[in-house]
């Protein structure tokens, strides 16, 4: 199974990501946790271009290019592997981030997010959960891990709301695949629910 976790920065999806992961070993699942941009070293080499440096370095179709290329060498070299080799993969991030940060927040980009997508990349989570909380809390937990990868905490509030805007409307146009989770809550909470929803996806 192809496990996705989504969301504004600082909503807690590496923490997330991280504790399903280690849940699920427990139970005996064979599991992978990766993440993007990155999971495979030329999508690593790819990251540093795209989360450091300052916030106008690239243009939202510049992002698109550089994201789907990190996306394929991922999809690659690491998910279609760990997939076929029956582990179950979780991911920090998929090709949703790219359609809100994009595709919905930096311009009118959509159509060539998913037009890129279906030619280059052509799959889709099987799950995908997106953790959702107030941006002005998230963007100060975001911005307070100091981790040098913050471009896009720098674009500020209100592009975190619009983020969290695109998320949702996501959610609604995927309901089959996308679950939307309070992230506002303690982690422990917040874990619980994603556990449940994975486990029961699983049977």
């Known amino acids: 199974m192809f ?21 699920l070993r427990k139970t005996g699942r064979d599991t992978l946790l990766t993440r993007e941009p990155g999971g495979a070293p030329g999508a690593e080499k790819i990251r540093r271009l ?19 290329a990190a996306r394929r060498d991922h999809l690659e070299r690491t998910i279609r592997p760990a997939l076929k080799a029956g582990k179950v993969v979780v991911t920090d991030r998929f090709a949703d981030s790219t359609r809100v940060y994009q595709g919905a927040t930096r311009g009118d980009l959509r159509g060539l997010v ?44 209100p592009f975190q709301m619009t983020l969290r805007d695109g998320f949702r409307a996501l959610a609604a146009q995927y309901p089959g695949r996308c679950q939307l989770i309070d992230a506002g809550r303690p982690e422990e909470a917040v874990a619980a629910d994603v556990l449940a929803i994975v486990s029961k996806a699983l049977r």
């Open 3 to 23: 496990i996705s976790l989504e969301g504004i920065d600082g909503s807690g999806k590496s923490t997330q990501a991280r504790l399903l992961a280690e849940a």
């Open 50 to 68: 795209l989360v450091e440096g300052d916030p106008d370095r690239w243009s939202a179709e510049t992002e698109i290019l550089l994201f789907t």
């Open 114 to 157: 998913d037009g890129i997508h279906t030619l280059a990349i052509g799959v889709e989570p099987d799950l995908t959960l997106i953790l959702d909380m107030d941006p002005d809390a998230a963007l100060s937990r975001g911005l307070a891990r100091n981790s040098g990868e913050d471009r896009f905490e720098e674009f500020g509030l």
